[in-house]
């Protein structure tokens, strides 16, 4: 095979959308994927029938980039039942969405989690984020979602009951630093759409996106070793030319290849799967740990909102660990389990632990800064991202197509302005001088 044009790293959701950019204007190009498929973070394994999503994740419906790229009808997607189910004080407390449940807004307005005050606040930042568009929310002030919650005077019951939990959740930050700007494009997303998850989990999304290119474009199991001028070597000692790199991959691997200065950082999260004969909730509801004790972040019956995930007669159970345990593994689970047993009553102690997942790099760590920068790098090289967007599906998708339409343009001559490299990144400014020598 001939050169093709363009060499992505990585055939994650950002990979494989920037690869659909160039499928579609009839650029030639070769995806080289380290594992054995596509997805990246959002991979769904199959264990004794269950199917085990690699990380407790949903996608928003809301998303635009999933509006414009996926086919929803195709996906089957399943949604969760708005609202969550607050375990304080030593019991469930049902939260319906007022909004979204005819006949919830008395329970939730006398609920106790929150007072009266903190319910009024909360509907005035959901009109507030209703009303703006994403643009509007991205050029808002930057502070942390924390702080925007206190000077919202939003109660400190509210916070560790409510939004640790749920906004902690969604962005692996139980102490709520991650910006407010992505809280409230969350908020809005949420707001907007539904929570779910496809019939044949979540890795169905990115095959889906994957379906319309050319066989033989990703290769599998191949590591790229190191970036140079217009070409990858792969760890074999392989080396693949194209006129475009782009790299692809998760943060710490981009800031590796590209010889950044400043390792991008990352949000760890640990999933444990159980199989119980019994459900321990009825409906398709997050259930959510609104008290500090205890591992558990938030606990999900996958097969109550989608019933593929788990074969007849059995239930699926996923919790979510936010961080990276210092204990090992039989330990945080024995402490996942005291947690269950205290409460669920000694039936938990029967659910069969099926996988615990340690996810490292589960979501970077990033600045809005960050997200607005030009994916290109030097000329023919690029990176994209979750780590260059907001973190999440909807800024892996966006960043791997925006990225594909600038190599695009470059191609044809006109090619966007480079990302500002300090003199600190040595490999940077070293491809960058080879490319333009
Ligand atoms: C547990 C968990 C829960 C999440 N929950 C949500 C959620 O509810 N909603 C939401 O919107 N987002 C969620 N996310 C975030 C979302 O999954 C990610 O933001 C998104 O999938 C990132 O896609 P990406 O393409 O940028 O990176 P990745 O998916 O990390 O893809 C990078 C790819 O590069 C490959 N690669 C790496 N190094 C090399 C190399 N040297 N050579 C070749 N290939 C290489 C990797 O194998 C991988 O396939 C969650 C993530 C996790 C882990």
């Known amino acids: 095979m001939s050169n093709p044009d363009v060499l992505i790293v990585g055939a994650g959701l950002a990979g494989i959308c920037c690869a659909r950019a160039l499928q579609k204007e009839g650029v030639s190009f070769q995806v080289i994927e380290a594992s054995d498929s596509v997805g990246g973070r959002v991979r769904t394994e199959k264990v004794d029938g269950f199917l085990l999503d690699r990380g407790f994740q949903v996608l928003l419906t809301a998303y635009p980039e999933a509006l414009e790229q996926l086919d929803y009808d195709r996906l089957q997607l399943c949604a969760f039942a708005p609202g969550a189910l607050i375990r304080a004080d030593g019991r469930f407390f049902r939260i319906p969405d007022p909004w979204r449940e005819p006949g919830a807004f008395m329970t939730s307005l006398f609920s106790p989690i929150g007072g009266f005050a903190d319910k009024f606040k909360l509907s005035r930042i959901r009109s507030a984020v209703l009303r703006k568009t994403i643009e509007e929310i991205f050029e808002g002030e930057d502070i942390s979602t924390m702080q925007a919650l206190r000077r919202r005077q939003i109660s400190q019951p509210m916070i560790d009951r409510f939004f640790k939990p749920f906004i902690g959740g969604v962005m692996l930050d139980p102490k709520l630093t991650v910006s407010n700007r992505l809280f409230e494009f969350v908020f809005k997303m949420f707001a907007e759409g539904d929570a779910a998850v496809p019939a044949e989990g979540m890795q169905a999304i990115?095959?889906?996106?994957?379906?319309?290119?050319?066989?033989?474009?990703?290769r599998f199991n191949e590591r790229v070793h190191s970036i140079g001028l217009n070409q990858v070597k792969l760890s074999t000692g392989e080396v693949l030319a194209a006129k475009q790199v782009v790299v692809a991959t998760e943060g710490p691997e981009a800031s590796r290849l590209l010889g950044f200065d400043r390792t991008i950082s990352s949000r760890s999260v640990c999933t444990l799967y159980f199989a119980a004969k019994e459900s321990?909730?009825?409906?398709?509801?997050?259930?959510?740990?609104?008290?500090?004790?205890?591992?558990?972040?938030?606990?999900?019956?996958?097969?109550?909102?989608?019933?593929?995930?788990?074969?007849?007669?059995?239930?699926?159970?996923?919790?979510?660990?936010?961080?990276?345990p210092s204990r090992d593994d039989q330990t945080v689970v024995s402490m996942v389990r005291g947690q269950l047993r205290h409460w669920y009553g000694l039936v938990a102690d029967e659910w069969r632990l099926l996988r615990m997942y340690r996810i490292e790099h589960g979501l970077p760590v990033v600045s809005p800064m960050e997200w607005q920068q030009s994916s290109r790098l030097a000329a023919?090289?690029?990176?994209?991202?979750?780590?260059?967007?907001?973190?999440?599906?909807?800024?892996?998708?966006?960043?791997?197509?925006?990225?594909?339409?600038?190599?695009?343009?470059?191609?044809?001559?006109?090619?966007?302005?480079?990302?500002?490299?300090?003199?600190?990144?040595?490999?940077?400014?070293?491809?960058?001088?080879?490319?333009?020598?």
Request: negative net charge.
């Open 206 to 218: 990115p095959r889906q996106l994957a379906e319309v290119l050319p066989e033989g474009s990703i």
């Open 280 to 324: 321990p909730v009825e409906e398709p509801m997050l259930v959510l740990s609104g008290s500090s004790r205890g591992p558990i972040n938030n606990l999900a019956v996958m097969n109550v909102v989608a019933p593929g995930y788990a074969p007849a007669g059995e239930q699926l159970v996923s919790i979510t660990v936010l961080g990276w």
């Open 380 to 437: 023919g090289l690029y990176v994209c991202g979750d780590h260059r967007s907001t973190p999440s599906i909807q800024g892996a998708m966006e960043s791997g197509r925006l990225t594909g339409e600038a190599v695009i343009r470059e191609l044809k001559g006109q090619p966007d302005p480079v990302t500002r490299v300090r003199k600190d990144e040595p490999r940077l400014v070293e491809l960058r001088e080879s490319n333009q020598g």
